[in-house]
């Protein structure tokens, strides 16, 4: 996938000045080959210079993983740990940081007399200095281990580390006010900038003007064969193709000439209601194959929409896509083919849907259709361009970071799976699972004004996504999640 970043995380050992160096170096060179032996060593940069109680030793060490190309960094108390040094460094470093601790070692043989490092009492004073100085870190559950321990919790820091380097590097361009009657989807802008990401705005207009000076673009051929090839004896609406390749172009060459110094885009595009009649097509295929390839593409100018997807396909590294929490699961399909097979009951089930925005290689078949709703009141023609099928079962995570009408910033987090049951219907579709989702509907979606749009993610990653939404801000009390029976929410009837 393109539009993603590589990490390379910097680890740095720390030593207090009473305790040996020699312990926090021989910790940080064990901690590297439980690193390198388990997982990718290009995860990794070994700061050959350990900070001993001297903001000097903290100035060489952040000029050397500069140097090496870190964007990332790891500070490694391989005992107690100079407190002032090793959060100058965390301060001075710009990029996600990362606090781990040695664990103690050898207690039978006399490592607790010479060899003793003390930095589960270190890890304190880190965190204390931390916050007297402001700076932001990770520090995981439990912090102190042994060295493969200690590299199994910088290994779980990789995708955190890579989805908060992203979004400090992140444009999302839109096009177009949102539709009538979508103020759900509200999208007040300053917390993007507190989150140091840009957001480009742009007239519907400019995108249609963009659109028509690619007519005859000569790369349009190349790109509907590509269509063919993804759609095989899915293409019935081969007519609409070329349209199609038309419009993404006009949005890979907008991203190219607009992203600026930017690394990473992703785009919140309109599709309705004068789209249709004006491109004479919707654009729901498109977006899915941007969205294949790492450029999430929101549907309906959904700004924080686009920012969800963007932090799901980064910590995954994998396709997402964008759905409504759409409707109820019939009494006769559930009781059919649900009911005795899974442990869920009805209440736990739903719908996810959207007109046809998801990624070919996350349906189980799809086919190039129009789109129902709207064909209800437009020429089926100008309606041509949706990419319909049946989501593929399997685990997800369904998430949503949104900043309120007063512009606070917070989320949700649910896991389950979209079970393997055909769902009878239209668009991009399947019927999720998630335990306890009627009360998490109640108390979490409803009661915190949340639109009925919620990105999923392929797989379980709501511990990644959890710790990404603590480090940059939002208040652990406005992350929701689909808390457990007996677990009562601040709203929910104890007495119901």
């Not at 460094?89 to 990029?95: I, N, T």
């Not at 050898?106 to 965190?127: K, Q, T």
């Not at 930017?262 to 729901?284: D, E, M, N, S």
């Not at 070919?360 to 709207?374: D, R, V």
Request: aromatic letters at 10%; hydrophobic letters at 40%.
């Amino acid at each position: 996938m393109t539009n993603l970043p590589k990490m390379k995380i910097g680890i740095v050992a720390v030593s207090r000045d009473c305790f040996p160096e020699s312990l926090s170096v021989t910790r940080r060179q064990n901690l590297v080959k439980a690193y390198t032996d388990k997982y990718d060593a290009e995860d990794i940069y070994e700061c050959p210079v350990c900070i001993v109680e001297s903001e000097i030793h903290m100035v060489q060490a952040l000029e050397d993983i500069k140097k090496a190309g870190c964007n990332a960094l790891v500070v490694y108390l391989g005992n107690f740990g100079p407190e002032i040094s090793e959060t100058l460094l965390a301060k001075h470093f710009d990029g996600p940081k990362m606090f781990v601790a040695a664990s103690e070692e050898d207690g039978l043989n006399g490592g607790l007399i010479d060899n003793r490092g003390d930095a589960y009492c270190g890890m304190l004073n880190a965190s204390y200095n931390l916050k007297l100085r402001n700076v932001k870190a990770y520090i995981p559950e439990y912090p102190v281990g042994t060295a493969e321990e200690c590299a199994d919790m910088i290994h779980e820091f990789v995708p955190i580390a890579r989805t908060i380097y992203a979004l400090s590097n992140l444009k999302i361009i839109s096009f177009g006010p949102r539709p009538q009657n979508f103020l759900a989807c509200n999208a007040p802008i300053k917390q993007l900038y507190n989150l140091d990401i840009e957001i480009e705005e742009n007239s519907e207009l400019d995108l249609f003007e963009a659109f028509n000076n690619h007519a005859g673009d000569e790369r349009i051929p190349d790109v509907v064969k590509d269509m063919e090839a993804e759609l095989g004896k899915g293409n019935k609406k081969p007519e609409i193709l070329e349209k199609l390749a038309q419009y993404e172009l006009t949005l890979l060459d907008w991203i190219d000439a607009h992203k600026g110094y930017r690394k990473y885009v992703t785009i919140a595009g309109k599709c309705w209601p004068a789209f249709q009649t004006q491109f004479g097509f919707v654009p729901c295929y498109v977006n899915s194959r941007l969205t294949k390839r790492g450029i999430p593409v929101s549907c309906e100018v959904d700004i924080y929409g686009a920012l969800s997807e963007f932090i799901g396909t980064v910590a995954s590294e994998d396709a997402t896509t964008l759905l409504d929490i759409n409707n109820t699961v019939p009494t006769d399909i559930y009781d059919a083919d649900i009911k005795g097979k899974f442990d869920y009951t009805q209440k736990d089930t739903f719908m996810g849907f959207h007109c046809g925005n998801t990624a070919s290689n996350k349906l189980s078949f799809c086919e190039m259709k129009y789109q129902k709703i709207m064909a209800r009141s437009l020429p089926i023609e100008v309606t041509n361009g949706t990419l319909e099928g049946d989501i593929i079962p399997g685990d997800i995570t369904f998430f949503r970071l949104q900043s309120t009408a007063d512009a606070k910033l917070r989320g949700y987090i649910a896991q389950g799976e979209v079970l393997p049951v055909a769902t009878r219907s239209f668009g991009a579709i399947g019927i999720f699972a998630i335990p306890e989702m009627g009360r998490f509907y109640r108390h979490v979606l409803i009661e915190g004004n949340y639109p009925h749009h919620g990105a999923v993610a392929f797989g379980h990653y709501g511990k990644t996504l959890y710790e990404v939404f603590k480090y940059i801000g939002v208040d652990v009390d406005e992350i929701g999640f689909n808390q457990p029976k007996g677990m009562l929410y601040k709203t929910e009837n104890p007495f119901a």
